[in-house]
Every structure is written in C-alpha cells, then in structure tokens.
C-alpha cells in the first residue's frame, strides 16, 4: 500500500461507524502472535474516541451533571459514531449533539436538546472574537429620519435562541446542584453573550428575541423597533430593550445598512 492509502485506511480505522474488516488490517499494519495489528491499532481508535468524548464532556458540563458520567459517556460513543469529527478544531465536535438529542429524546426529558443547545451558544460565545461596544452616544447624531434607516452591528460574541423547551432554568438547577423541574415545554428565547472572559445567558422575551434577530440580519432600526407593536407600549418598549443591548454591550457599531451587511459578511467568513 501507498502511504497515502495506509493513511487513508488508519483514518477510517479511527472514525468510522462501521468496524474495519480484520483482514485489511491485518494485510497493511504489522501485528504479533500475541497483539494482532487489529488489537493494537484498535488501542488508537479507543484512544481518539476517548479525547472526542472528554471534549464533549468539557463543552456540556451540565449535560454530564444530568446524565451522570458513564450515560453521559454513552451517549457521547453513540453520537461520535454516527457523527464523526470532520473538523481540524477538536472543540468545534459537538456542534450537532444538539439535532442528535431531537433525534433520538430522553423520553424523561426532551429538554436535554434544548440544553445541550444552550451550552454550545456558551461554547462559542466564549471562543468568539473580541469587539468594543458603542454607548448611546452612539446614536446622538441621528436625526428621526436617519434613525429609522439605520441599523446595527451585534457583537460576536452574542447568540439568540429560540428553543422548544425552557432550558434556563434547567441550566441553573444543574449548575446549583439542585433537582430540576419537570421539563417546561413552549417556545423560550435566551441570550447568550460574553462579557469579559465571562460567559452570562439570560431568558428573552419572544419579540425582543425576533428583534435581535432582525438586527442580527441586517434589519434597519425602523423594522427592529417594529417587533415590539405587540406591547402596550410598544415605543417604550423598544427604547427599554436598545437601552438594554447597549448596557450589555451587545451593540458594537451603528450603521447604515449597507454597512451593517458588510459587517455580517465579514463574520460568515470568519466562521
């Protein structure tokens, strides 16, 4: 065999969800009586699978704190083997547990999807490039006319979900070492940013959630506001909820659209 195809071979050995028949083994990688190749190049492929589920482990520490380790570790070998790594950045292997547990639902707790979702928006959020935020000095110069077309550049390190579940809760009990609640169903919106080297999430009301989102796409500040028509005062609201994103700093730039659009081309293709 080339080298190429003895590479090609130890690859698929370690990743794929099918066991490699011995005999191709056998007939490329030197064994012993005692230690077949098929025994010892299997010693790699445990190894590899077993840094794959400690990196699991260390992105969804909650989820191990519900599941315990040894199911939690299950869960993990099935979800690599039907889900191999195909991406340099070992950190980067969890990405899909999330539609894995939508999948396959804990019948006890179809909530777990939801959390597991809510602490990969953690992961990345902590990884995220760095961005200075505006004040609302930001927005000084804008007269009412610019204002409604203007819109907004989010911070990296900010992200908006919408779950099934209310996972928040549920992320809080775990983290305080307390029994959870019976999962709580119906959709539920949670921000999650960094502030720092600190990761923070906080529940968000539905329409502030599409606003954000709206903002997140390019939306001008005429069509963010918009969302809020719902409240009783929907004017106050808006004004309450862009006085929040700037406390938090989760604006980092105001713009105009076109503006706005280049910002967010730029970090697809960061990504």
């Known amino acids: 065999m080339t080298l190429a195809e003895t590479q090609a071979l130890f690859h698929e050995i370690l990743t794929s969800a099918e066991p490699v028949a011995a005999e191709r083994i056998e007939a490329c990688f030197a064994g012993t009586p005692d230690h077949p190749a098929s025994e010892r190049v299997a010693i790699y492929a445990n190894m590899y699978l077993w840094r794959l589920v400690d990196a699991l482990r260390e992105t969804f520490p909650q989820l191990v704190r519900y599941l315990g380790d040894e199911r939690f570790a299950a869960l993990a070998e099935d979800y690599l083997r039907r889900n191999p790594s195909d991406h340099h950045d070992v ?93 709580s169903p119906g959709a539920s919106a949670v921000a999650v940013w960094r502030g720092g080297f600190d990761v923070f999430h906080t529940p968000l009301a539905l329409d502030e959630a599409i606003a954000l989102e709206g903002a997140a796409s390019g939306d001008s500040l005429a069509t963010i506001c918009a969302a809020f028509t719902g409240r009783e005062d929907p004017a106050a609201a808006a004004h309450a909820a862009l006085g929040s994103w700037l406390a938090e700093g989760w604006i980092t730039a105001v713009a105009q659209p076109r503006d706005v659009l280049a910002a967010l081309d730029r970090r697809v293709a960061r990504r």
């Open 91 to 183: 950190g980067q292997v969890g990405r899909r547990l999330a539609a894995f547990l939508r999948e396959h639902p804990d019948p006890e707790r179809p909530d777990l999807a939801d959390l597991a979702e809510l602490e990969w928006a953690r992961h990345q959020v902590f990884f995220a490039p760095p961005a200075e935020p505006v004040g609302p000095d930001a927005f000084a110069g804008l007269d009412p006319a610019s204002f409604s077309r203007t819109g907004l550049v989010l911070s990296p390190a900010l992200r908006v979900l919408v779950l099934d579940h209310a996972a928040a809760p549920l992320w809080r009990s775990l983290e305080d070492g307390e029994p959870p609640d019976a999962p």
